[in-house]
């Protein structure tokens, strides 16, 4: 199943001093969600910010707030992030040792699961919690800072975690290091929901914005695999050879 582009800027390239004021410039400026990357200093080497400033930002937009944590441990810490906000929580397969009681535990708030992947991590770490989840994460560069290189290496990943996920209603994101110029390639290896932090606040106003989102955009729409194409891979999987036409 081919799905729509979503763009979801992430906040840690704003001026945070400015913090409230950035994420209602990149809402006006076409920002489809929110990205937010919470950081702990132990799972990853930086802090960037916690649920009380998610909250405190919470009431500026109406876009959807696709929370990234990037702490361990993260369980005693969902619900927090729950109440201030969060729509899609993400937690990391490699923060600890219960990922499905992770998932089941962002379900029962009521809210969508995620997991995100490093870049060392095999796409196998999702195999048995297919059914917990609303999104994979690839993380395209190694967590905690923004601004980094994309690793064309993940490219394999993104398309084998396409062809697992098939027709079950999962997002496929990809953080780091995204720009206009590999988005094509990103989208063609079959993600559908891409996180850009730098690319998208470069140059610092809001017109700046919103001609880099729609850039991004346009090279993910013209990059990404056709419908057809997709129905075609997952009928032959599944020997469904009837629906290929
Ligand atoms: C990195 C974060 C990313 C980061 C992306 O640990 O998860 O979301 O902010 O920033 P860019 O797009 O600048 O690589
Ligand atoms: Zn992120």
């Known amino acids: 199943m081919t799905r729509n582009i979503i763009i979801s800027p992430s906040i840690l390239a704003a001026d945070f001093s400015r913090l409230g004021e950035e994420i209602a410039a990149i ?121 980094q290189s994309f690793l064309d290496s993940q490219l394999d990943k993104i398309r084998r975690i396409r062809s697992v996920i098939g027709d079950r209603p999962i997002r496929l994101e990809v953080d780091g290091g995204v720009t206009r110029d590999n988005a094509a390639a990103v989208a063609a290896a079959g993600a559908d929901t891409l996180v850009a932090g730098s690319a998208v606040f470069r140059g610092g106003n809001s017109a700046d914005y919103a001609s880099n989102i729609s850039a991004i955009r346009a090279a993910a729409e013209a990059g990404r695999v056709p419908e057809l194409q997709h129905s075609s891979v997952q009928s032959l999987r599944t020997g469904e050879a009837a629906r290929i036409r």
Not at 58 to 72: E, G, N, Q, W, Y
């Open 27 to 147: 809402d006006a400026a076409g920002a489809d969600w929110i990205h937010c990357d919470v950081m702990d200093g132990h799972f990853v080497p930086n802090i960037s910010y916690g649920a009380d400033v998610i909250k405190a930002v919470r009431p500026v937009t109406s876009k959807i707030f696709d929370v990234h944590l990037m702490i361990a441990p993260v369980d005693p810490y969902l619900e927090a992030f729950a109440k201030a906000g969060a729509d899609v929580i993400t937690v990391h397969a490699e923060a600890g040792p219960h990922l499905d009681r992770s998932l089941q535990a962002i379900r029962s708030l009521g809210k969508k699961a995620g997991v995100s992947l490093c870049p060392a991590t095999p796409e196998s770490a999702i195999e048995y919690v297919l059914d917990r989840l609303d999104l994979v994460l690839v993380m395209t560069v190694n967590p905690g800072f923004g601004g």
